[in-house]
């Protein structure tokens, strides 16, 4: 697809996540099946959940515009993805392996915010306001996310990987 203006550059994008979200569901069961502890299996499965949510609005999204949203691999999140499969294949302490799956799902956050964030942006610019909310949804959930990662490493899984 040529790239002629800000329209088609916004369509590119949102395939590129809806790859990535797709990739994200295949991996999220390994990374729960990996996981020691309860707390962060749990984690792991709702937010298998909110993705499985998040591919549905990106699906209205196409609707609305009248695109189909497949046609493209996100090589940079299966890059991220399998980062996370090599953790799952370390010879770690289970507690050690859960800090380290924490860093993993959190790099697919951040990579999942920034592009969202873009498409976020550039829904704005287009005036594609139902769009716009439901980019807006997801956006906060990844940044819920990411941040409830955060407390769960800081508040048990990085303290019993230390002792």
């Known amino acids: 697809m040529q790239l002629a203006e800000l329209k088609d550059l916004y369509i590119e994008e949102l395939k590129d996540i809806y790859s990535a979200e797709n990739q994200i569901i295949k991996a999220l069961p390994k990374m729960a099946k990996a996981a020691s502890s309860p707390e962060l299996k749990l984690a792991f499965e709702t937010h298998l959940e909110q993705t499985k949510t ?5 699906q209205e999204i196409f609707e609305k515009i009248g695109e189909k949203p497949t046609g493209k691999v996100c090589k940079g999140m299966q890059g991220v993805l399998e980062e996370g499969s090599e953790m799952i294949e370390e010879d770690a302490a289970p507690e050690v392996k859960d800090a380290g799956l924490i860093s993993a799902a959190q790099r697919v956050e951040h990579y999942e915010m920034a592009g969202y964030g873009s498409v976020v942006a550039y829904a704005k610019q287009l005036k594609e306001t139902e769009a716009l909310e439901l980019l807006k949804a997801t956006l906060a959930e990844e940044e819920q996310t990411d941040k409830a990662l955060s407390k769960l ?5 990085n303290v019993k990987a230390e002792e």
């Not at 998040?54 to 990106?58: A, E, K, M, P």
């Not at 490493?153 to 899984?157: G, K, L, Y």
């Open 54 to 58: 998040q591919v549905s609005r990106l």
């Open 153 to 157: 490493a800081t508040t048990t899984i």
